[in-house]
């Protein structure tokens, strides 16, 4: 495949991530396409290695997609658990509003 067709799935990967990943969505779009293309190899990469599955085969194939949006899932969710905020206001403008 070549890099558009990548940014293409990556994009796709990580919007159809965000929208089975509950919670708020606080990165824009371009983590979301990042976490997207990521996720792509990611995906392709333990489809490959860890269960013997044939990851990336083409752009049209459904193995691929399904590998793309489980593997940004996976870093959608890894994402969020990193980057998570407490309840409570801190710092400059804890209180102002």
Do not use: E, Y
Not at 10 to 39: E, N, S, W
Not at 78 to 88: I, Q
Request: with cysteine.
């Amino acid at each position: 495949m070549g890099i558009i067709a990548w940014i293409i799935l990556g994009l796709v990967a990580g919007l159809v991530a965000r929208m089975l990943v509950p919670g708020k969505d606080r990165q824009g779009l371009i983590i979301t396409l990042l976490l997207g293309i990521a996720g792509a190899l990611l995906g392709g990469f333990v489809a490959t290695q860890v269960f013997h599955l044939p990851g990336v085969q083409g752009f049209f194939n459904l193995s691929t997609w399904v590998c793309a949006i489980v593997g940004a899932a996976v870093l959608l969710l890894a994402h969020n658990l990193v980057t998570r905020r407490s309840g409570r206001r801190t710092g400059r403008w804890a209180g102002r509003r």
